[in-house]
């Protein structure tokens, strides 16, 4: 169930990163209010997370997969360019994160 609460607590923070760009400076109301609520929901599952997954585990994990997923849907829907450099770290966080998921005793 750790790992559900996680991935909410990803989901949550993506929605609400996202949702930053589209408030215009928290100017409109909609927007705002998902950027508020997404990131209350993010820390609550985090908190959830906490509770058996490691802390610099759990942090790495959401961290690394919300910079992939903002960074594709800032190139899906908001046009942001990206550049062979930026793949490459991206390419590199996502890599990262599955070595500790598939190699690491710490995320036991």
């Known amino acids: 169930m750790n790992w559900l609460y996680l991935v909410i607590a990803i989901v949550a923070e993506v929605i609400a990163t996202t949702s930053l760009k589209a408030s215009d400076g928290f100017t409109k109301l909609l927007p705002s209010l998902i950027v508020v ?3 209350g929901c993010t820390f609550f599952f985090l908190s959830l997370t906490l509770r058996t997954i490691p802390l ?5 994990i959401w ?3 919300g ?23 991206i390419g590199l966080i996502v890599a990262g994160v ?8 710490a995320s036991a």
């Open 37 to 39: 609520v997404g990131y």
């Open 56 to 60: 610099g585990v759990a942090y790495a």
């Open 63 to 65: 961290s690394g997969v």
């Open 67 to 89: 910079v992939a997923l903002v960074t594709a849907i800032a190139w899906v829907f908001y046009g942001q360019k990206l550049d062979l450099a930026a793949m490459v770290g």
């Open 98 to 105: 599955v070595v500790l998921n598939a190699f690491s005793r």
